[in-house]
């Protein structure tokens, strides 16, 4: 665990270093890069979970905290250098789905991710005391990312 963790903090590190170095030349598709790997990451981590609580992936404890726990720490990530005004979906058409809603409304931006960091805070804490511990943080796990889509994320 403290293996990922301290990746993902150099990740964290080297992105907000590429995103400042990067302002004079392919910021704006490079911070939509980045944010797209955290995205990535969190799907991963999540998708792992989930297949546990769903039973289409057998529980295992270790990986179980190792999954909860990389997602609490990219939820603690800041990702403030990822989200320059312009990359949106209509500015970036194509190459983004986060909707311009982002950059008018922060303060429920700002909700919705800490309502993710509790939730995968919560759930790093009990995904590997079985089974019922993670179903039962997965879901709000899972209802945090998605409260956040509907209201800032393109649809497909």
Known sequence: M????IALAGAAI????????????????????ARNAQMTLYSWNLG?????????????????????????????????????????STAMAGKTRALPEIWSTYPAVAEKGAALKEAA????????NGLDALKGGVGDVGKACGDCHKQFRMPK
């Open 48 to 88: 792992m979970l989930g297949g546990m609580a769903k039973g289409t992936v057998e529980y295992d404890a270790a990986k179980a905290s190792a999954a909860a726990s990389n997602l609490a720490a990219l939820s603690a990530m800041s990702s403030q250098g990822l989200w320059p005004e312009g990359s949106d």
């Open 14 to 33: 080297a992105a907000m270093v590429a995103g400042t170095s990067a302002l004079a030349d392919g910021h704006l598709e490079k911070a939509i890069d």
């Open 2 to 5: 403290r293996k990922v963790s």
């Open 121 to 128: 805070a919560k759930l790093a804490q009990v995904a590997g």
